[in-house]
């Protein structure tokens, strides 16, 4: 089994920032593909930004220019610096991680609970 463990949310004023952390524990041979989704209350869950295990990365409109995603593969953690935060980037984010299994070698999408972010005006 799997574990996703998501840190680093809060409240914070439009303007500000904060920075997520996730880390994935437990019958890991590989992570391929690392990311983080977001969902607001109302709105289907959406991506916020990827990275594969080489270090492309990939973001959503809404945060490009504003939030940084990066992983340290040694740790098994991946990050997402978000600046220049706004009140519609208030939600839910969900770490996301498909990995390679030891033991089966099956490859499984896993998230984490989620941690909640909240930008006030």
């Known amino acids: 089994q799997v574990q996703l463990v998501e840190s680093g949310g809060g409240l914070v004023q439009a303007g500000g920032s904060l920075r997520l952390s996730c880390v994935a524990s437990g019958s890991i041979a590989s992570i391929f593909g690392m990311g983080w989704y977001r969902q607001a209350p109302g709105k289907e869950r959406e991506l916020v930004a990827s990275?594969?295990?080489?270090?492309?990365?990939n973001y959503g409109d809404s945060v490009k220019g504003r939030f940084t995603i990066s992983r340290d593969n040694a740790k098994n953690t991946v990050y997402l610096q978000m600046n220049s935060l706004k009140p519609e980037d208030t939600a839910v984010y969900y770490c996301n991680a498909r990995v390679l299994i030891t033991a089966t070698f099956a490859i499984r999408d896993f998230w984490g609970q989620g941690t909640q972010v909240i930008v006030s005006s």
């Open positions: 990275t594969t295990r080489g270090g492309g990365t």
